[in-house]
């Protein structure tokens, strides 16, 4: 038994290598499996159910603004791909290609959808003619795949899950609106589903999205001080609709272009919960998404009535949470473990004194603290325990989040900060890309965002030292 | 506003032209739009809610029997593919393959999966090993590619919405027995949520998956006469496990090879729904899956309290059922076309007199019957008349498919019926396989299956006049 209670917690630390932690959570949590397609993750029941609830608590936010669901084909054809040139520029080096069908070659090649733009846009040039027929407001959630080189189980990986959001509007003000308003349901989301906090800004044109006019993201920051961007929000203008020859009559009876918007996140958020939470005993999950939030494990369970009360305690439970009782044959420690690298948020210990003294004991996932509860109480107890985890986890994270920020005002600093301190750089910028090129190469950041939440660090660009027009976050990302 | 509603309502009717009928209730109804892909299908708003009811209602199903869902990659390699010999010689004819990635040459190609049994044996592979490790029971939504010469909307198109289920048992009657259930489970769903009567019976050899030991399935009969396999439930034995090696060590210590089944349902369902229900004036939708359960139109809705009353009436049965209040400034015929053209079981038509007698009109979408109804017993009428409209569909259906089954008792009057009255052909077979191509030669018709339920049409084989052992279902099929 001992041997087992060992294999299950045996993963590297943290601090040993966070790389290897991380693969090791993905597997030991049950996660993922590596699939035989090189590149490609197999996400398993565990893995799986976690998407399931981001889907639908997403699902349900979209949905109460007005989108729909619709599915577009999985395939996109190279003459339709190359109809917006900075979009196939940007994408056409990392799409998969299907040549034949069968035993025949395709006259025109398809490649796998990267993104779906452009399938979009051929859709609606065929469905939307009037103002009448505006605003549009589609979503889907299906895979898509990018050729990468360097895969990483959920954060990169030549095919992963997602959601693409996809609108067209009558007016370049409303698809503004929508697209910040989207970028809002994503941090709004990050913060009550995820417990994670982000910097919502923009992408320097250097980051942005292929074929948009602006993007903005969610940016979150690891526990190894890496930036992870969590959900990007794309205003396109009119270029798409230009390109695609989408246009409408306007009630003056003009015909006019209309303006567009796409918005999408991924399986990646699973990677991002993983790296804000998860600690040296494995997964550590926010209870919104926690496939179980309260295990029961019953201790001394041979003894007399101690399965009949944890059965009820389980079933009294199911009308607040999602619980699960565990009545196999393994030992309590064994089953302490278990939960533990599954990172669900309580574990319910209920043992024959335990009733006799009519309570249980509930056991957080994130510090161990023990907290008795009476069987009387359970129905607001549970509910409110769940609700206080949330909230601890995410301040942790944002205390971490705000002692790994730095603020520099020199090159030479920012150059000390990124060699020594893992964490968000707060520094200021001039606007040219050349900057943005040079601190890549001296410093190793990127640019992360443009934070909507601007405060003056100095005032000139902490690179070249001419005048300096905003403040940006900066670090390596994943 | 007579143009408006003709536009609407213009669609060919089902004797002149029943496919093309099928493809104007497809277009007309908003449930697709056709692709710059061909073959493939852009599912709409509209036809995509009703795929979301069916995820619904079937993941339930699927869940409360203990399955899990997991995602399995996209791509299978070719060396992959080619593991079960059967297997792959059933599909390779029919696969998109994948050469390049970017501007590279894969060294080896993949195919876009047709079906998933050869990744779910790979993975097993790497998770089974002990009894205890036993079952799975998995499911996968997702969607799949075969690349299909004639396509048509939902029915068959080169990329297809589906859920598979694969499952590993540690014996073959456990695997038989999970076989059974499925089908029962297609079954059930296809009369409950469908109102779509079902014949449940065995494929022949010559008709099951490729790679199966035995293949299960059901079958509708469409508006045509023409047959809709519409769920299918696989035993492959251990076929793959050997193929695969896939082992187990059991519990006296020996290792063995499990057994496994797969089943699968489609988008072809929705196809199946408009061929079972639809009239001439459009879709008509089974409850269980109508996005819009109840249209609500006000009448004279520019009278004082019209507006208010119909927004009051909409909220109340908001509680019970899927409800839509249509404010807009169509007249109410045009609105009244719209929701036929589009399925909705009920509307509700509600004016100022109707309003005077604390009443609403119910009006049915399958044969237009008013119902008058007290707006005090809405929230417990609305549920009745739906349940009794779903009833109705169920037993209009069943009647005609009964009217149009047929016995033969020999090969003339085989030939004869498949000449001139569509619909099923009920009669015995050998069980040579010579009998089955010479039938499909003779009277064009294929076996459908030989159903659970047996009944004695006669002793001989309707072919070939030898001892017969089976009674079949025969038709043309879809």
């Known amino acids: ?82 109809k917006e040139k900075d979009h196939v520029e940007g994408f056409a080096p ?34 939307v003619h009037s103002y009448r027929d505006l605003p549009k407001l589609y979503n889907q959630w299906c895979s898509v795949v990018r050729w990468e080189k360097t895969t990483r189980p959920f954060l990169r990986s030549r095919e992963f899950l997602w959601q693409e959001g996809h609108t067209l509007h009558a007016t370049a003000e409303e698809a503004r609106q929508e697209t910040e308003q989207m970028l809002n ?63 409408y009559t306007d009630k003056d009876n003009k015909l006019v272009h209309p303006h567009q918007t796409s918005w999408g996140t991924t399986t990646r958020l699973i990677g991002a919960v993983i790296m804000t939470h998860g600690d040296d005993n494995g997964l550590v999950l926010p209870p919104a998404i926690a496939p179980i939030q309260v295990a029961i494990v019953p201790i001394a369970s041979h003894k007399e009535g101690v399965v009949e009360k944890a059965t009820e305690v389980c079933d009294t439970l199911k009308k607040v949470c999602r619980v699960k009782l565990d009545n196999s044959d393994q030992t309590p420690g064994w089953k302490f473990a278990e939960y533990e690298m599954k990172g669900v948020p309580l574990r319910i210990e209920l043992g024959p004194r335990d009733i006799e003294n009519n309570q249980c004991v509930v056991v957080r996932r994130d510090n161990r603290e023990k907290i008795f509860v009476s069987l009387d109480e359970l129905t607001t107890r549970i509910p409110e325990i769940l609700a206080e985890y949330h909230d601890a986890l995410y301040n942790k994270a944002l205390e971490r989040r705000e002692a790994m920020t730095y603020d520099a005002k020199s090159l030479e600093e920012m150059k000390e900060i990124a060699d ?51 403040m940006l976050y900066w670090g390596k990302a994943y």
Chains 1, 2 share one sequence.
């Not at 006259?107 to 733009?117: A, D, G, I, N, Q």
């Not at 992408?203 to 526990?223: C, P, Q, R, S, V």
Request: charged share 30%; proline share 3%.
């Open 94 to 127: 990392e799409v998969a290609w299907v040549t034949h069908g069968g035993a025949e070659e395709l006259e025109e090649r398809l490649c796998v959808r990267p993104t779906s733009e452009t399938l979009f846009c051929d859709h609606f040039k065929n469905i």
């Open 420 to 470: 020594n301190k893992p964490g968000f750089i707060r520094a200021m910028w001039c606007g040219d890309r050349e900057c943005e090129d040079k601190l890549k190469e001296i410093a190793g950041v990127t640019s992360r965002c443009i934070p909507f939440e601007q405060h003056e660090i100095g005032d000139t660009c902490v690179c070249c030292g001419k005048k300096a027009t905003k």
């Open 185 to 247: 349901v994503y941090a709004r989301f990050a913060e009550e589903a995820l417990a994670m906090p982000v910097v919502k800004g923009q992408k320097t044109d250097k980051e942005k999205f292929a074929g948009a006019e602006a993007t903005y993201t969610i940016e979150a920051l690891m526990h190894d001080g890496k930036a992870l961007q969590s959900g990007t929000s794309h205003y396109f203008g009119d270029g798409f609709s230009r390109a695609f020859e989408v246009q």
């Open 1 to 82: 038994m001992a041997k087992q209670e060992k294999l299950v917690k045996s993963i590297t630390s943290m601090d040993e290598d966070f790389a290897k932690w991380y693969t090791d959570v993905c597997i030991k949590a049950e996660l993922i499996d590596y699939a035989s397609v090189k590149g490609c993750m197999i996400i398993r029941p565990y893995g799986y159910a976690i998407w399931e609830n981001i889907q639908r608590i997403m699902d349900g936010m979209f949905k109460e603004l007005g989108h729909e669901n619709v599915y577009m084909p999985m395939f996109i054809p190279e003459s339709l791909l190359q």
